[in-house]
């Protein structure tokens, strides 16, 4: 199972972006999926998660800023990012909570983390 992430990129302050985290392989469903961030020499946070029944959380740093959204038939999370601000600079990170049948014939529920995507946002 892999989770690929893109969108990244170097953005004005006031700017947006839009960030794609789309999972792929062998699962069975897809629970709830979000994203995290890293800022340099800071520990990885939680910026927002969209739970498998659609309901958005938020960091409180984000709120009003930024939208997460799925598209579950294309095993996909979005981060719509408005209004950036240089402190959310970071490396983002999408993650998800999925169930697949293991070797062993067994459902099991398994976290994932994608590759980081670069967001740089210059004042």
């Known amino acids: 199972v892999q989770l690929q992430a893109s969108g990244g990129g170097l953005v004005q302050a006031g700017g947006s972006l839009r960030l794609t985290c789309v999972a792929s392989g062998n699962f069975i469903r897809i629970h709830d999926m979000g994203w995290y961030r890293q800022a340099p020499g800071h520990e990885r946070v939680l910026v927002a998660l969209?739970?498998?029944?659609?309901?958005?959380m938020y960091a409180d740093s984000v709120q009003d800023r930024f939208t997460v959204s799925r598209d579950n038939a294309k095993n996909t999370v979005y981060l719509q990012m408005n209004n950036l601000e240089p402190e959310d600079t970071a490396a983002y990170y999408c993650t998800a909570n999925l169930s697949r049948v293991d070797t062993d014939g067994r459902l099991r529920e398994i976290g994932v983390w994608g590759q980081g995507t670069l967001v740089t946002v210059s004042s």
């Open positions: 969209v739970l498998v029944t659609g309901r958005p």
